[in-house]
């Protein structure tokens, strides 16, 4: 059974608090007996956050961590869910086209090495992500484009397929009319996305997916294949991933931004903040426009969560709780 709950964000949410308060004890010293408190704040692990409201997803990537999988394995079949779900129109099979009627993919995953591997612009093939993984694993390289990634999927075994349903087809008709390019805030209850898993053994992946902005221009790729801009993974430090409008978040190597701003101390909620920050307080920014949102855990399995507008959210699996959380916001703190 899936549990949804709606929680206000909180950057311990989850945490498995073990206290065990006034524990007696001999101190040898002065045999005095001692009350001692002992706290805890180890978050349970393992853990997997995505961004949206993806809970069929993290249930498949709870399930393999759970059972002792890797969080690479966990985070490319959390993945992989929403690539195959048509009902998601922002990421794989279903996902709405470029304006010219393409469906083109992007995606990546990093592993616990700082391994990497992307596709960008890729058709005909639903699970992007795989194919990025077979990338980093198979190839000396680190990023394929286009066609040459489609037959590199080939060559792999990935079969063909028609990405563009009916309705997303239909979608694209109805835009043609207007033809009007206007990337909209929070488009859809699901969206790209974005996948960060600790796995029991305390080590952390990372991979995102999408079929990018809608009716973007044909060729056009955004942030998530782009490592350091959609996604970053630092094993000793934390990972973050990112959602919205990609051109912002490149400007700003974004993932990159946030895990750096934890290894300077920051907490994942703090980190996320920053970076939100440095996009809005740019010189002319229009933020007010667009939306972009990160996600980010810490190597001690601390979480964050921000965006500029409302309605950004986190999906959470931990402790066998997973939540929807909502994400707080810049133009709420303004
Ligand atoms: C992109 N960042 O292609 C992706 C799209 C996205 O929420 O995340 N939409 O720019």
Known sequence: MKRRKFIKNASLTGIGLSVSASVLACDKNTSKTKHLTTVSTTPSLPLVIATWN???????????????????????????????????????????????????????????????????????ITHAVSVARNVMEKTPHVMLAG??????????????????????????????????????????????????????????????????????????????????????????????????LGEEVVKTVGSFLVVELMRQGKSPQEACEEAISRIVNKPNSNYKNFQVGYIAVNKQGETGSYAIHQWFSMTKYQNNNNDNIQATFYLKDK
């Open 54 to 124: 993806v809970p069929n997803a993290t249930a498949k990537a709870w399930h393999i961590l759970e059972n002792g999988g890797s969080a690479l394995d966990a985070v490319e079949q959390g993945c992989m869910v929403e690539e195959a779900d048509v009902n998601n129109t922002s990421v794989g099979k279903g996902g709405l086209p470029d304006r010219d009627g393409h469906v083109t993919l992007d995606a990546c995953i990093m592993d616990k090495h700082g391994n990497c591997g992307s596709v960008v612009c890729l058709e005909n």
């Open 147 to 244: 066609k040459g990634a489609e037959q590199f999927a080939y060559e792999q075994g990935f079969k063909k397929e028609n990405l563009l349903t009916e309705a997303s087809k239909k979608a694209w008709e109805d835009w043609k009319i207007k033809s009007e390019y206007k990337p909209i805030i929070n488009i859809e209850n699901h969206d790209t996305i974005g996948m960060l898993a600790i796995d029991k053994n305390g080590d952390i992946s990372g991979a995102c997916t999408t079929s990018g902005l809608a009716y973007k221009m044909h060729g056009r790729v955004g942030d998530s294949p782009i490592i350091g801009s959609g996604l970053y993974v630092d094993n000793e430090v934390g990972a973050c991933v990112a959602t919205g």
